[in-house]
């Protein structure tokens, strides 16, 4: 059974940074593409960034520059680093496998307040 846990979202100043992590079980890590997405109250979720194989990653240019992705293969793990926070940051972060028809996780809290 595919599953995705998200994990390390909390309470952040503007400027600070977090770190989370989508920890997978189900599936071989390696062979399938991670997405990071984003949603606030009312509005669709939007694509952050994913990684696909052990290398190959893709991040928005709306959060380029200052949210990387990177997966851990032996932890079974996919991980956003986040920089730079900002008010407008501030969301439900949730990761996928298998596109929007695919699996989610449960999505972890950012709140970006000062």
């Known amino acids: 059974q595919v599953q995705l846990v998200e994990s390390g979202g909390g309470l952040v100043q503007p400027g600070g940074s977090l770190r989370l992590s989508c920890t997978t079980s189900?599936?071989?890590?390696?062979?399938?593409?991670i997405g990071w997405f984003r949603q606030t109250p009312g509005k669709r979720r939007v694509f952050l960034a994913g990684?696909?194989?052990?290398?190959?990653?893709n991040v928005a240019e709306s959060v380029r520059g200052r949210f990387e992705v990177s997966r851990d293969s032996a932890k079974n793990t996919v991980y956003l680093q986040m920089n730079s926070l900002k008010l407008e940051d501030t969301a439900v972060y949730y990761c996928n496998q298998g596109g929007p028809f695919g699996t989610w996780g449960q999505g972890t809290q950012v709140t970006v307040s000062s």
């Open positions: 990684v696909v194989g052990r290398d190959t990653t």
């Open positions: 189900g599936f071989t890590l390696d062979y399938f593409a």
